[in-house]
Structures are given as structure tokens and as C-alpha cells.
């Protein structure tokens, strides 16, 4: 019996997804703390962070070994414009982690913050925040979607994925409301959730 690519993705990913959110939930990490005790606090981004690209893995494995039919191909020289247009996403990205600190996302900086629940995270809203409040999700959108090849198993992957970018994005937003309050509240009434506005709206 052979199996699709696209039934692949579709079953890994619900396995990824509820994983994936259940390890950043507020809830599972309070338990995780009394459970671990003051290291968890050390390592626990970091962890999160490698756990998260094994985790991909798989799908990596299905989207190479299971592509099923090629949708499209784009020839020259317009793969080269969409290869390029997603090596500036990439910089976006870069610039981006470097805002908000590219050591804490990755969770460089926890280590050693033993028993620290705060390592001097702030409101960003400037430069590429003031532009759109969840630029990651939103260019690594993009990079997906610039892709020169199609296959019904990277389509099924790019959709689910975008998704899952969008519902992540919520998630975060319900957490950095709770963290910061107004100034949130009033940062996210001028910048938009995921297109660009054109002029900057940094106060």
C-alpha cells in the first residue's frame, strides 16, 4: 500500500501541533518548574528550541521521500526573484531576532537565571514591530509560500503550517496581553496583526 505525503503530513502534524503548543503553554511550564525546581528556568527555552527542530524532522523526511505530484515548477529567471525574495525574508528574520535579542529567543541568555521567570524581556514596537506586531510568522510565511517547486505533500505542509503560524500568533498575543496590559492593548491598536503597514507607527 503506498502511502501519500499528504496523509503523512496531515497525521504528523497533529501530532507536532498539540506537542508543540502543550510545551509552550503557561500551565504545563508552572508545572514543569515545581517539578524540575530552579534549573528549569536555565534551560528550559533552549530545550524547547532543540526539541522543536527534531520535532521537524519528520516532516522533513515525509516532504523529501513523499513529495507525491509537482503542482509547478518555475523556471528562470523567476526562480531566481523568488529565491531571492526569500534570502531578504531570511535578513527580515535576522533583523528581527536581533530587536528583540536573537541570545534570549533562542534561550542563550536563561542559562544561569536560576529560579528567574523574567530575564529583562520588554515591549518591542519599534522598527519592524511598528510595521506588524508578529513579523516572524509573518515573513517565515512567506519564505514558504515563495517556494520554486510545489508538491501536493509541500502544499499540504505551507497551508497546515500557515495555520499554525496564525493560531500561534494568537496564542502569543493572549500572553504578551497578560504580560504587558494597556501598553499592549494600545500597540496593537495602531499596528496590524500580520500584513505590513507602510509607514511606521513606533511612538
Same mark, same amino acid.
Given at each position: 500500500?503506498?502511502?501519500?505525503?499528504?496523509?503523512?503530513?496531515?497525521?504528523?502534524?497533529?501530532?507536532?501541533?498539540? #506537542?508543540?503548543?502543550?510545551?509552550? $503553554?503557561?500551565?504545563?511550564?508552572?508545572?514543569?518548574?515545581? %517539578?524540575?525546581?530552579?534549573?528549569?528556568?536555565?534551560?528550559?527555552?533552549?530545550?524547547?528550541?532543540?526539541?522543536a527542530l527534531i520535532m521537524i524532522l519528520p516532516f522533513l523526511f515525509i516532504l523529501l521521500f513523499l513529495p507525491g505530484k509537482t503542482l509547478y515548477l518555475v523556471s528562470a529567471?523567476?526562480?531566481?526573484?523568488? %529565491?531571492?525574495?526569500?534570502?531578504?525574508? #531570511? =535578513? =527580515?528574520?535576522?533583523?528581527?531576532?536581533r530587536q528583540t535579542g536573537a541570545a534570549s529567543f533562542l534561550g542563550l541568555s536563561h542559562i544561569g537565571n536560576?529560579?528567574?521567570?523574567? $530575564?529583562?524581556?520588554?515591549? #518591542?514596537?519599534?522598527?519592524?514591530?511598528?510595521?506588524t506586531r508578529?513579523?516572524?510568522?509573518?515573513? %517565515?510565511?512567506?519564505i514558504l509560500w515563495l517556494t520554486p517547486l510545489m508538491t501536493e505533500s509541500l502544499l499540504s505542509f505551507n497551508i497546515l503550517a500557515t495555520i499554525y503560524f496564525y493560531l500561534g500568533a494568537r496564542h502569543e498575543e493572549r500572553s504578551l496581553k497578560a504580560e504587558y496590559g494597556e501598553a499592549y492593548e494600545e500597540y496593537k491598536s495602531r499596528v496590524p496583526m500580520f500584513?505590513?503597514?507602510?509607514?511606521?507607527?513606533?511612538?
Open positions: 500500500m503506498e502511502i501519500s505525503g499528504r496523509l503523512a503530513i496531515s497525521a504528523y502534524f497533529l501530532i507536532f501541533a498539540p #506537542v508543540h503548543s502543550l510545551l509552550a $503553554d503557561p500551565a504545563f511550564k508552572s508545572w514543569a518548574r515545581r %517539578a524540575i525546581g530552579p534549573a528549569f528556568d536555565s534551560w528550559q527555552r533552549l530545550a524547547y528550541n532543540l526539541l529567471p523567476c526562480n531566481y526573484l523568488l %529565491a531571492l525574495g526569500q534570502l531578504l525574508l #531570511v =535578513a =527580515a528574520m535576522l533583523m528581527t531576532l536560576k529560579g528567574r521567570t523574567d $530575564d529583562g524581556r520588554r515591549l #518591542v514596537t519599534t522598527g519592524l514591530y511598528s510595521r508578529n513579523p516572524l510568522f509573518f515573513f %517565515a510565511a512567506l500584513l505590513p503597514r507602510l509607514r511606521s507607527a513606533s511612538r
